[in-house]
Nanobody, 127 residues
Framework: QVQLVESGGDLVQPGGSLRLSCVVS????????IAWFRQAPGKEREGVSC????????SYADSVKGRFIISRDNAKTTAYLQMNSLKPEDTGVYYC????????????????????WGQGTQVTISS
């Protein structure tokens, strides 16, 4: 059984930084994609970023390009999301998810392509 556990969410002032972590366990394949999604109050869940575990190839939503960096550890069991220059519109619950294939350039941000999800971690950007 695949389990994903997110951590690192917090209340931060605009312009600040946060680092989210997602620990993955129970996967039986080595090659997969790990993505971060977020959901703001009253809005649909949206894709933030994705990383393919073997190639390290990444994808980002336009709204976070240049501010967020996704990475994974060498054991490929933990993914990170370094979030810099945070804005109030970055507020939301952040979820990590996995899919048994790499991040596709055109499909990485489609929720239905992921089969395992974490419980989410709250990120609040406010002064």
């Amino acid at each position: 059984q695949v389990q994903l556990v997110e951590s690192g969410g917090d209340l931060v002032q605009p312009g600040g930084s946060l680092r989210l972590s997602c620990v993955v366990s129970g996967l039986t394949v080595d090659y997969y994609g790990i993505a971060w999604f977020r959901q703001a109050p009253g809005k649909e869940r949206e894709g933030v970023s994705c990383i393919s575990t073997i190639t390290g190839i990444t994808s980002y939503a336009d709204s976070v390009k240049g501010r967020f960096i996704i990475s994974r550890d060498n054991a490929k069991t933990t993914a990170y999301l370094q979030m810099n220059s945070l804005k109030p519109e970055d507020t939301g619950v952040y979820y990590c998810a996995t899919r048994p294939i790499s991040c596709g350039a055109d499909t990485w941000n489609i929720q239905g392509r992921y089969d395992s999800w974490g419980q989410g971690t709250q990120v609040t950007i406010s002064s």
